[in-house]
């Protein structure tokens, strides 16, 4: 990874959990954007989320914003991303990587639909998780159910 987007990286969760944080993280994402950033970064933003499991990182703000640019990247990229959120949330599920799951969720069909509504569900079921995380879960299949 390119020094001064590890760097970008690196300031941007510096700002989490502060009221700077969604103000900030616009222009360090663009910044990032501006360095040729682009979905190959996915993962160590998602690693940022996960390692902030009951962060606000915005609604949903610039990070699943760029995150979500994949779609208009084709098929592959896309499946990439989904794929990459949902490893994300077996790993170690975020409020916010619950939300961008619900994302996927909402697009979904057949095997791959049912295959995120057990993950969601076993988040949701799984004491090792803290209670917001779990409630996050258990809200977006509620609200699932009643689609």
Not at 6 to 34: C, P, R
Not at 76 to 86: C, I, W
Not at 120 to 137: F, G, H, I, M
Request: glycine share 6%; hydrophobic share 40%; net charge negative.
């Amino acid at each position: 990874m390119d020094q001064e987007i590890a760097a970008l990286l690196e300031k941007l969760e510096s700002f989490v959990d502060t009221d700077d944080l969604e103000y900030e993280m616009d222009g360090i994402i663009a910044q990032i954007e501006a360095l040729g950033g682009g979905p190959e970064l996915t993962p160590d933003l998602l690693a940022v989320m996960e390692r902030h499991p009951l962060s606000d990182f915005g609604c949903p703000g610039a990070m699943v914003h760029f995150m979500e640019r994949a779609y208009g990247m084709g098929e592959e990229a896309k499946e990439s991303h989904d794929r990459l959120v949902a490893e994300s949330v077996r790993r170690r599920p975020a409020c916010h990587t619950l939300w961008m799951l619900n994302r996927i969720v909402n697009i979904s069909q057949g095997e791959k639909l049912e295959k995120l509504l057990a993950l969601l569900r076993e988040v949701a079921e799984s004491e090792q998780w803290e209670q917001p995380v779990r409630d996050t879960a258990r809200d977006f299949l509620e609200y699932q159910d009643k689609k």
